[in-house]
């Protein structure tokens, strides 16, 4: 294949263009090989408040892009995959102590996401907690959300865990391997703690809100899963390097990317941080990663040692210009777009709903960019969750989302709430309170003081929340369960279960 680097080169530089255009938050986009970073384009603002351009040099916060970093960290330190968390942290719960730390980082593991789970319980991800205040919550949770193995729901908490492990087995805070491991290959990696920690040249993070750009903030503490800020061009030579297997890296993108199973045998997309994919008829590894106020995504086609990195400090997609840059770089062709069946759709019984647009999915709360597979179904564009489906008619949509069977039927119009549903709810373990009222509305511990939220009603005793913080959107699941209480769920954390009060 011949490569198209000025075809590449185009497109990034529309792509930055755009940004400096705008005058507003900006971003970078850098093509490589194994051989380092080929070609650089850059726009837009680090800072608005002190016109300071964003350049390929500016440091960012990688978000999830930072979690691969642990999975190298873990795979050199020799730690067994197979061996369970508990075998390492035994003061963890027993049904998180049996997961496996494989599962735990390949998110088949049915780890509860420390955030949503902060969510339910009306602490927003504003607040200001450490890792053990986090950790202490870990400690109380009375169940998995799902058994490990039969699906792949997005969660941080494997990482988090697993940097406690490394840390424990190391004696080492994680700081330090991040910048040691990045140092081997002459790079600046750095892992701050918290937002409130100062980082030198770090860009401020900006979403987008009806009166204009708004700062984002973030307060939990800042760790493995997601807490890495550097620059894009060090961010493009740690991958190039990994698709050279140059020093440190050497063999380790087949050790992230050899494939995850699911308990039935089955393949997962997503790997060790990583997230296998095709452009065509090229195989392409990735992953993205999103903080209030940042969003990036990087690709790579290790086939013909290539890659992109789109780095950006605004809150907008960062997969598909990636994927439109790289496209052009191979010469493949873009996926046509999907054409689903839009509207409310839900399992027939269990928390499980999509709300659907021609061309995406939100899956509980996981948005996924929908494309047509070629054989008349549509899957996803996984920038995490792997979507396959098929429509059976203008109503009921079946397949593989994460792996499990799901089959979703639409809602009918005018699905009323059912009325096993009002009344208050209380879960003793934790303390939340929700009460659900006759006339359609829901006081949730949102944040902590209660807000009122209008219910979405589905068949069968289930309600959907509808609730906004910031630039993100929270749409819990409240359903009847078969023991008579008020279960909460979403993508991330489905454990809290609640007992009627009075």
Same mark, same amino acid.
């Given at each position: 294949m011949?490569?198209?680097w000025?075809?590449?080169?185009k497109?990034a530089?529309?792509i930055?263009?755009?940004?400096q255009?705008?005058?507003?938050?900006?971003g970078?986009?850098?093509?490589?090989d194994?051989d380092?970073v080929r070609e650089?384009?850059?726009?837009?603002?680090?800072?608005i408040?002190?016109?300071?351009?964003?350049?390929?040099?500016t440091?960012?916060?990688?978000?999830?892009i930072?979690?691969?970093v642990?999975?190298?960290?873990?795979?050199?330190?020799?730690?067994?995959l197979?061996a369970?968390?508990?075998?390492?942290l035994p003061?963890l719960?027993?049904?998180l102590a049996?997961?496996?730390l494989?599962r735990a980082?390949?998110?088949?593991?049915?780890?509860?996401?420390?955030?949503?789970?902060?969510w339910?319980?009306?602490?927003p991800?504003?607040a200001?907690?450490?890792?053990e205040?986090?950790?202490?919550l870990?400690?109380?949770?009375p169940s998995?959300?799902?058994?490990?193995?039969t699906e792949m729901?997005?969660s941080?908490?494997g990482?988090?865990l697993?940097?406690r492990?490394l840390?424990?087995?190391?004696?080492?805070?994680?700081?330090?391997i991040?910048?040691?491991?990045?140092?081997?290959?002459?790079?600046?990696?750095?892992?701050?703690?918290d937002?409130?920690?100062i980082v030198?040249?770090l860009?401020?993070?900006?979403w987008?809100?009806?009166?204009?750009?708004?700062?984002?903030?973030?307060?939990f503490?800042?760790?493995?899963?997601g807490?890495?800020?550097?620059?894009?061009?060090?961010?493009a030579?740690?991958?190039?390097?990994?698709?050279?297997?140059?020093?440190?890296?050497?063999g380790?993108?087949?050790?992230?990317?050899?494939p995850?199973?699911?308990a039935?045998g089955?393949?997962?997309?997503?790997?060790?941080g990583?997230v296998?994919?095709r452009?065509?008829g090229?195989d392409?590894?990735?992953?993205?990663?999103?903080?209030?106020?940042?969003?990036n995504?990087?690709l790579?086609?290790?086939a013909?040692g290539?890659g992109?990195?789109v780095?950006t400090?605004?809150e907008?997609?960062?997969?598909?210009?990636?994927l439109?840059?790289?496209?052009?770089?191979?010469?493949e062709?873009?996926p046509a777009?999907?054409?689903?069946?839009?509207g409310?759709f839900a399992a027939?019984e269990?928390?499980f709903?999509a709300? /659907?647009?021609?061309?995406?999915?939100s899956f509980?709360?996981g948005?996924?960019r &929908?494309?047509g $597979? #070629? !054989? %008349?179904? =549509? @899957?996803?564009?996984?920038a995490?969750l792997?979507?396959?489906l098929?429509?059976?008619?203008?109503?009921t949509l079946?397949g593989?989302?994460?792996?499990?069977?799901?089959?979703?039927?639409?809602?009918?119009g005018?699905?009323?709430?059912?009325?096993r549903?009002?009344g208050r709810?209380?879960?003793?373990?934790?303390?939340?309170?929700?009460?659900?009222?006759a006339?359609?509305?829901?006081l949730?511990a949102?944040?902590?003081?209660g807000?009122?939220?209008?219910?979405?009603?589905l068949?069968?005793?289930?309600? /959907?929340?509808?609730?906004?913080?910031?630039?993100?959107r929270?749409?819990?699941? &409240?359903?009847l $369960? #078969? !023991? %008579?209480? =008020? @279960?909460?769920?979403g993508h991330?954390a489905?454990?809290?279960?609640?007992?009627?009060?009075?």
């Amino acid at each position: 294949m011949t490569l198209n680097w000025a075809g590449a080169a185009k497109r990034a530089d529309e792509i930055a263009a755009s940004w400096q255009r705008e005058a507003g938050p900006g971003g970078t986009v850098i093509l490589f090989d194994r051989d380092g970073v080929r070609e650089a384009f850059a726009g837009g603002l680090a800072s608005i408040e002190h016109g300071l351009p964003f350049t390929p040099t500016t440091v960012n916060r990688f978000a999830s892009i930072s979690k691969h970093v642990l999975a190298v960290a873990l795979l050199r330190a020799g730690l067994p995959l197979d061996a369970t968390l508990g075998s390492w942290l035994p003061e963890l719960p027993a049904p998180l102590a049996a997961v496996t730390l494989g599962r735990a980082l390949d998110m088949t593991g049915g780890l509860p996401d420390m955030m949503e789970a902060f969510w339910q319980q009306g602490v927003p991800y504003t607040a200001t907690l450490d890792a053990e205040e986090i950790f202490a919550l870990a400690r109380l949770f009375p169940s998995l959300s799902s058994t490990p193995g039969t699906e792949m729901a997005y969660s941080n908490t494997g990482w988090r865990l697993g940097q406690r492990v490394l840390e424990k087995v190391s004696a080492k805070p994680y700081a330090e391997i991040v910048a040691a491991l990045s140092g081997e290959l002459g790079l600046a990696f750095r892992l701050p703690y918290d937002g409130a920690e100062i980082v030198p040249g770090l860009a401020t993070g900006y979403w987008r809100a009806a009166e204009g750009w708004r700062r984002g903030h973030y307060g939990f503490h800042f760790s493995a899963s997601g807490g890495i800020a550097g620059s894009a061009t060090d961010l493009a030579s740690w991958l190039s390097a990994l698709l050279a297997g140059r020093g440190p890296l050497a063999g380790m993108l087949e050790k992230l990317a050899a494939p995850r199973h699911f308990a039935d045998g089955s393949e997962s997309a997503y790997r060790l941080g990583l997230v296998c994919s095709r452009l065509g008829g090229t195989d392409v590894i990735g992953h993205g990663g999103s903080l209030p106020g940042y969003r990036n995504h990087f690709l790579i086609a290790p086939a013909h040692g290539v890659g992109v990195v789109v780095m950006t400090n605004r809150e907008e997609e960062a997969l598909w210009p990636a994927l439109t840059v790289l496209a052009a770089l191979l010469g493949e062709e873009l996926p046509a777009a999907g054409q689903a069946p839009a509207g409310l759709f839900a399992a027939d019984e269990g928390p499980f709903w999509a709300e /659907l647009a021609p061309d995406s999915i939100s899956f509980m709360g996981g948005f996924e960019r &929908l494309v047509g $597979d #070629g !054989e %008349g179904g =549509l @899957r996803s564009l996984p920038a995490y969750l792997d979507i396959r489906l098929r429509a059976e008619g203008a109503d009921t949509l079946s397949g593989l989302i994460g792996g499990a069977n799901r089959t979703l039927r639409r809602v009918p119009g005018g699905t009323a709430l059912d009325g096993r549903l009002v009344g208050r709810w209380h879960e003793p373990r934790f303390g939340t309170e929700i009460e659900i009222r006759a006339d359609g509305t829901a006081l949730m511990a949102w944040p902590s003081g209660g807000t009122v939220t209008k219910l979405t009603p589905l068949p069968n005793g289930r309600a /959907l929340g509808d609730l906004l913080h910031g630039p993100w959107r929270y749409r819990p699941c &409240l359903w009847l $369960d #078969g !023991e %008579g209480d =008020l @279960r909460v769920s979403g993508h991330r954390a489905r454990i809290l279960q609640m007992h009627r009060a009075g």
